[in-house]
């Protein structure tokens, strides 16, 4: 491959579009998650062009990464071809494996027209540390046994590095979760972030204090990306009082 880009590039054959194809915002594919997958898309290509993708380690393009000897990437689905009649797009997927957030790299298109002129675009991609973890904001609650229900409600936090809270652009998350050993799962809206507990769920016994215990068992973004239970605060047990008992006698 021929690293002297200024040379080769021909900037009036090609007007390319870069595309993230995730969400509006753009910025999870450009500072992805490390275990996150992510597809980039060139678009404004012109039918039967080759095209290529490949990542560099400089923004120069001359050390170009081979996902077969390096760990931290892996790239998905055919980083080569020919846009097809009818066409004005290329898309590659990339997997950012463990690893991947102590370097930066180059992603790189090269386009070739049928004169074997050839075009060259680059994006920039950061990955992150994936220390996302996702944790109930209180270990235990109580209440009285009510005759009328007693179904409740968890908060929960989805926090980042850094324990910051996750923004909105990775909601809604589907929560995995037990109660009382049965497997249940909800969807998490940002502007919502609970738990519905029902007592479909547990059995309770209005003359017996009962013990509902809730655990977070795995969680996963609006990305499909896993977000971990935090190790200390994905547990929550709540108490439910009997009710006094009353004996009448004559």
Known sequence: MNTNKTSNI???IFILVFRVMTTAAQIPALTPLEGATHSYTW???????????YVTADVAGRIIYDDKIINEIDVLNNSKGTVAAGNSAATVQIKWNDGAAHNTYFLWIKVTGKDECCNFRYVKVTPQPNRRFIAFDMLTSNSCYDPAGNGFKLPLSLLGNSSIPVSETYFPVRVKFTVNGSVYTQKVEYKSQKLQITEEMFTVNPFQDTEVVVGIVNTTDGYNESVFPG???????RTIFAIPVIEFTQ
Do not use: D, P, R
Request: hydrophobic share 40%.
């Open 10 to 12: 021909i900037l009036t």
């Open 43 to 53: 678009e404004g290509l012109q039918e039967n062009a080759q095209y290529e993708f």
């Open 231 to 237: 190790i200390e605060n994905s547990l929550h047990v």
